[in-house]
């Protein structure tokens, strides 16, 4: 199983709303990434999560709150988001947070906020 | 700093003709180097990854990429490309992010496939 899986795939969100978005690895990975994606450009990271620590945040908006409550789980918390965060967001993975590791990347989660 | 940069925005090529994909890199150290693709609306997919050893790395789908040292490249090819090709290709370098290493993507290249 070489899947990274995200739930939901759509999402639309008013600006008062709160969200999660889930991302889900069975590859026994211990790095899961969290990236954000506008369109014609390439992913931008946000958080990197490493064996359950959060190891990287990118100074992305407390709006946008990260979680990872076990080695195959990530969330994306989502709360009073602006017009200008609709995008995809992509959930990605690996081995370990080794340069010489591969990362697999879910199908996204495209969010509208309205 | 590290980056990555892919020269063309967009390439337009015939159904059968050959593929070259530019990607110049900037590392301090022996880089660790991948190309994605990614269709519409869809998450990315490996297609190649050097790590070392053979400069001339094969994929998945026909592509193939070399890894110039002295040029800083690693452009990716294929000899005939196929409609299903059509999407946008990520060329990315493996950095040290501090406690944990990430990805640095270039700014991709939009392929388009003309009948």
């Known amino acids: 199983d070489t899947e990274v899986t995200q739930t939901p795939k759509h999402l639309v969100m008013g600006m008062t709303n709160k969200k999660s978005l889930k991302c889900e690895q069975h590859m026994g990975h211990r790095a899961m990434y969290w990236y954000k994606q506008k369109a014609k450009k390439p992913p931008e990271l946000m958080f990197v999560y490493s064996y359950e620590k959060l190891s990287i945040n990118e100074s992305v908006p407390s709006r946008f709150s990260p979680e990872c409550p076990n080695s195959s789980l990530l969330n994306l918390h989502l709360h009073a988001l602006q017009p200008e965060d609709s995008a995809l967001y992509l959930c990605?993975?690996?081995?370990?947070?080794?340069?010489?590791?591969?990362?697999?990347f879910g199908q996204g989660t495209r969010l509208t906020v309205v | 700093a590290q980056s990555v940069t892919q020269p063309d925005i967009h390439i337009t090529v015939s159904e059968g003709a050959s593929l070259e994909l530019r990607c110049n890199y900037s590392y301090g150290a022996t880089p660790y180097l991948f190309w994605y693709v990614q269709s519409p609306g869809q998450g990315l997919q490996l297609l190649l990854k050097?790590?070392?050893?053979?400069?001339l790395v094969q994929g998945i789908k026909g592509f193939e990429a070399e890894f110039k040292r002295s040029q800083s490249s690693f452009n990716l090819r294929k000899p005939s490309v196929h409609w299903s090709d059509a999407a946008e290709y990520f060329c990315a370098v493996g950095a040290y992010g501090g406690a944990t290493n990430k990805l640095i993507f270039g700014t991709g290249t939009l392929l388009a496939v003309q009948p």
């Open positions: 050097y790590f070392s050893g053979d400069t």
């Open positions: 990605a993975s690996s081995q370990g947070g080794r340069l010489n590791t591969e990362a697999f």
